[in-house]
């Protein structure tokens, strides 16, 4: 009997993906991954969930720095505020400001400011100038001790005094020596160190101003031997008596000069950027200082961010070294107990040495890109950073890219803030557009969340704070208890890359299983052939946990993508893909 044609039964496969990566954007990516993301997180992998809401602490008019301490501390037109409260630190200058916690103090930079959050009337400038001029025109020089006591009579001769009385000071004007006679040793004794009492007019003004040991730059002093960089060994004056500073220096006889001006300055080096490691402040620069160039890494006195040039030779002392390597530098960091100084081809790292020999190690590496300062960020034992083309982790060796999930997108201009285990970054990429990422470390998965330009982060307790471009400080990640004004919903969405690569023939997709537990809107698009139009495959609501069978009108296709995108809180633990293969044709 004849034979009638035969039917060919078209292949029908279900593809299941029951555990979710992250956002991936290259174009052949691990099922589970998707090339883009919206809002999505990575807190409660392997399921697919959209991120906690925020929340707005505070809105500013005028935002320009933000830090977390035992409190959060910002600057706002001008104004540090701590806590919520302003504090007596203001008339700052416009433009944005890096706040360094050291002890109990915020350091400004680059005003040079300060604030005690421990006592709210200690603040004020680290640099301090003083003009005689301005406060009268004498000026008295007398040759004293080192507590400022006054050296009396003494004999300024090329031979020795003959008869000296004990105590008495001989000036050796052939060797420029000094020397006090013993009676008891019946000698004279050199004196090593000839310090010399510098008097003004004013009254309480210099203490007010410098303390013991500060390192200061003296001009305009009446002896030349005065003039230049010295330290204040003693500081005195008074509602009672004349203002006075002790320095290193010998005069032969004591003079009072009557239309003198002397200039004292206490100031702090010019700096590209600047980080606490030590209980020193640390920092670094690269240009002109209007003098000469400079490429240098330098510190504050062990304890005291207000002396730079504190030369005594003690383990204590300020600390400034020339680099050799070029280029601008891009950002500082305190880690591993060492501040690192990065430029985009290399870091610097300190040693720091218990008696003040602190020495350089170059390493020649992916440094931090140019803009990008404020993505050095510790997450956990590692810090991480925006280097020129990757984002990088580095634990003291050479820096690992972590990046490789962004694809060929170039980003600049990022900063970052972190917490747990989770390194959030906010970039600007190609089209200038910002971009917030999250890297979880734990799971090295990457979500990218949406477009908020995030200026700086700080982290507090369990919560992080972000410093916004619309001038408010929120919270990235929001718990129960968490006051604030919060979001009512979140939109989110999940955008895979091309699908079915891996299937020669051409393609049917039947329908889409997807269980959730959902309160909200949702919908599924679908693109077929890298055509550019997303074609919508339908839409449900709900508010439970359940499976959606979405049907799919066939269409045959090479490859495809889907997307599925809602609003409200959503926990996705499978998608499964029904699909019929057909012929090549």
Known sequence: MPFLPEINIESQTRLMTSEFGGYDHNLK?????????????????????????RGTVRSFANAQGLL??????????????????????????????????????????????????????????????YISSLSGQTVRYQACRSDGEPIGLR????????????????????DGGWYEYSSFQEEWIVIDTVYTKISFQSIGTVPGKFREYDGVTISGAYFDDLNGDKILYAVG??????????????????????NGSVTI?????????????????????????????????????????????????????????????????????????????????CLHRVVISAEGAHQLIETECRGVQKGSEKSLCLVGETLFYKGRTDVCAWQGGFPAVVSRALGAVRYSSASAGAIGSRYYICMTDEEGARNLFVYDTAN?????????????????????????ETGGVRYLTALLGTAGVLEEAVLWMAETSVLYYELPDKKYVSRYNIRLRFTGTAALEIEYDSSGVWLPAGSFTMDRTDSIVIPVRPRRCDH????????GEVRIFSITRVIQRGSDY
């Open 29 to 53: 990516i691990a099922d589970g991954d998707f090339y883009d993301t919206l809002n999505l997180t990575s807190e409660f992998s392997p399921l697919l969930a959209d991120r906690r809401k």
């Open 68 to 129: 977390a301490k035992e409190q959060l501390a910002w600057v706002d037109g001008g104004t540090l505020y701590y806590g919520g409260a302003a504090t007596p630190v203001t008339g700052l200058s416009a433009g944005e400001k890096k706040l360094i916690s050291m002890g109990a103090y915020i350091c400004i930079f680059p005003d040079k400011m300060y604030y005690n959050t421990m006592d709210a009337a200690d603040y004020g400038s680290m640099e301090a100038k």
């Open 155 to 174: 004999t300024v001769s090329s031979t020795q005094p003959e008869q000296p009385a004990n105590g008495q000071i001989w000036v050796n004007v052939s």
């Open 237 to 258: 004056g008074g509602e009672q008596e004349a203002d006075f500073v002790v320095v290193i220096g010998p005069i032969e006889e004591d003079y009072t000069d009557t």
């Open 265 to 345: 300055e206490r100031s702090v080096p010019q700096l590209d950027f600047v980080c606490e490691c030590g209980n020193r402040l640390w920092g670094c620069f690269y240009g002109n200082d209007g003098e000469k160039n400079i490429n240098e890494v330098c510190c504050c006195a062990l304890g005291d961010f207000r002396n730079w040039r504190q030369y005594m030779g003690a383990a204590t002392d300020s600390w400034t070294a020339s680099v050799g390597s070029d280029g601008p530098w891009t950002g500082a960091a305190a880690y591993l107990g060492s501040p690192v100084f990065f430029k985009e081809n």
């Open 444 to 468: 090295a998965v990457w979500m990218k969340e949406d477009g908020l330009n995030c200026i700086c982060f700080a982290g507090l307790g369990s919560e992080l704070y972000a410093l916004t």
């Open 560 to 567: 495809l993508r889907f997307r599925l995108s809602g609003i």
